[in-house]
């Protein structure tokens, strides 16, 4: 794990830096540099089979209250915009040190971004870059290379989304970066994998399409439809966390770092992974839970938009509710299960499907589902979408109210878990941000502020690479760290 402060010498983390690199870093700092064994590793325990383990014995603390799981591991962020802040915004909440390299002066494009207060750091960044710490170099510039060569030296993971070749163009090829640091993994979110548009530039509605989500969302008669949910940004950030998690694990056993590669394409086609199903299901006739079946409409030779058809084998569709005429959101999503069958029948007043034989089988209903959903509607266009609801939920009848941004922003019960969380910023005051998703029970996140522009720099540069008060005012000096008339927000 990445080598500790060393102003923190008690800190526990597995021993890491080489003899010369310790040297070296001694020279810079007064602070004796205290070779860290984990606590359990040289105890083991042993199994019934004999064999020895090296995990140590059960925490003997509270849930909750021995650290973080990533506790011990430390993220040079090179990312900006969205994909590459959410993989490493999630590390940070499970306890990574996450050290964000930004371009002195300008730093992630998303500060200045969809602005809102002036003057003020965007809720596009503050929202993806909580829990870091930010520190401004030039990474062309000779000497800020020579800090981020300090940086790999002293970091586990190297996170990465730029466009394909920008990291090679600085210097940091997978060769250097190895050669520096053996033990790092290079994590990066690209647009398209190896193949013939990997030198592409892509941003979020370009994976969507190209991840084959546009080509199946939306209503058959309409165009391709993007969604807002941001499947290909924070999608593939998420996938990219897993692989670098999946990396450190491994690397706990070979000792070597590896390359980490989430496409956008990619990401997406793993969360349409249904449609593909589909697409090979067409082969053996109709799409029979698509309502387009019930209506008589054929079917091409690709998977069709399904409009709000449900993607898995039980039918649902979205229904209007009491209000619909002036609120845009008094709807609800409706699931016509089939072991609730007799349930739904009861609610809508409509008894007697549960026997009939045009009604009583999934099978039966699969051509009539737009009259069946139509007679529904009928009945929770009488009710509120809680009132339906509450109703429904009573008999176990899956059914989801369509929330607005405004009703999930004032729900209590999101701001209880943590999901949906009040933070308080030096220069734009209180906002909401959406928390870790993830609950750990040992492994409780804090939701902390993201960094403004540079603000750690000097933080970085003395206590984790233990440079001196001369050698980090020579770096300052050199301008690889600010940009020439432009001031960093952050003194
Ligand atoms: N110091 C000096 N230069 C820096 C720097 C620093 N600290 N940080 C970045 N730069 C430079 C890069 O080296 C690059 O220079 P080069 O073109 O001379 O090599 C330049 O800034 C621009 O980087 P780039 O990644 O090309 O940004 P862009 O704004 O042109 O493109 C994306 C943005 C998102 C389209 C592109 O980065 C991309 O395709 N990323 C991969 C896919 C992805 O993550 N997309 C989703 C984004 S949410």
């Not at 809508?348 to 999934?362: F, S």
């Amino acid at each position: 794990m990445a080598k500790k402060a060393k102003s923190k010498p008690a800190r526990k983390a597995f021993r890491r830096a080489k003899p010369a690199a310790k040297k070296a870093a001694a020279k810079r700092s007064p602070v004796k540099v205290v070779t860290l064994k984990h606590k359990g590793a040289s105890r083991g325990t042993s199994r019934k089979n004999g064999a020895r383990s090296l995990l140590p014995p059960p925490s003997k603390k509270p849930f909750g209250r021995d650290g973080k799981a990533l506790d011990g591991v430390r993220i040079l962020d090179f990312t900006h915009v969205q994909s590459g802040p959410t993989c490493t915004q999630l590390l940070a909440w499970f306890g990574a040190d996450v050290i964000k390299v930004e371009r002195p002066g300008v730093g992630d494009i998303t500060r200045g971004q969809l602005v809102d207060v002036k003057g003020a750091d965007s809720l596009y960044f503050t929202m993806l870059n909580h829990n870091k710490r930010s520190i401004t170099i030039d990474s062309k510039h000779p000497e800020g290379k020579r800090v981020l060569n300090e940086l790999i030296k002293a970091c586990d993971v190297l996170v990465e989304n730029f466009a394909p070749g920008a990291l090679d163009r600085m210097g940091l090829t997978w060769e250097h970066i190895h050669k520096l640091n053996p033990r790092m993994i290079v994590a990066s979110v690209k647009g398209f994998g190896p193949g013939p548009y990997e030198d592409c530039k892509v941003y979020e509605n370009v994976a969507q399409c190209a991840g084959g989500a546009a080509s199946t969302t939306g209503f058959r008669e309409g165009p391709p439809l993007v969604t807002g949910a941001q499947i290909g940004d924070s999608g593939t950030g998420l996938h990219l966390a897993l692989g670098i998690v999946a990396a450190l694990y491994q690397r706990g056993r070979t000792g070597r770092g590896q390359k980490v590669l989430a496409a956008m394409q990619d990401g997406v086609l793993n969360l349409c992974r249904v449609k593909l199903r589909d697409q090979q299901r067409l082969k053996a006739g109709p799409l029979t839970e698509y309502s387009q079946y019930g209506q008589n409409i054929p079917f091409g030779d690709t998977v069709p938009r399904a409009g709000n058809d449900s993607g898995g084998g039980q039918p649902g569709w979205i229904l209007k509710c009491k209000g619909w005429e002036t609120d845009p959101n008094a709807y609800i999503y409706f699931i016509t299960q089939a072991p609730v069958w007799g349930a739904i029948c009861d609610v809508i007043g409509e008894p007697a499907w549960k026997t009939d034989p045009e009604y009583a089988t999934p099978k039966a209903r699969l051509p009539k589902l737009k009259q069946i959903f139509d007679r529904i509607e009928s009945w929770t266009m009488t009710k509120t979408k809680f009132e339906v609801m509450n109703i429904c939920n009573e008999v176990d009848i899956p059914v989801g109210p369509i929330l607005s941004m405004k009703e999930i922003a004032e729900e209590p019960s999101l701001r209880e878990t943590g999901t949906v969380v009040e933070v308080d910023h030096p220069v734009r005051g209180k906002y909401l941000t959406v928390g870790n998703p993830i609950k750990l029970s040992d492994s409780i996140s804090e939701v902390k502020r993201s960094p403004l522009l540079g603000e750690h720099t000097d933080e970085i540069l003395a206590k984790v690479l233990g440079f001196s008060k001369t050698e980090v005012e020579k770096i300052k000096g050199s301008g690889a760290l600010s940009a020439a008339g432009k001031e960093d927000k952050a003194a």
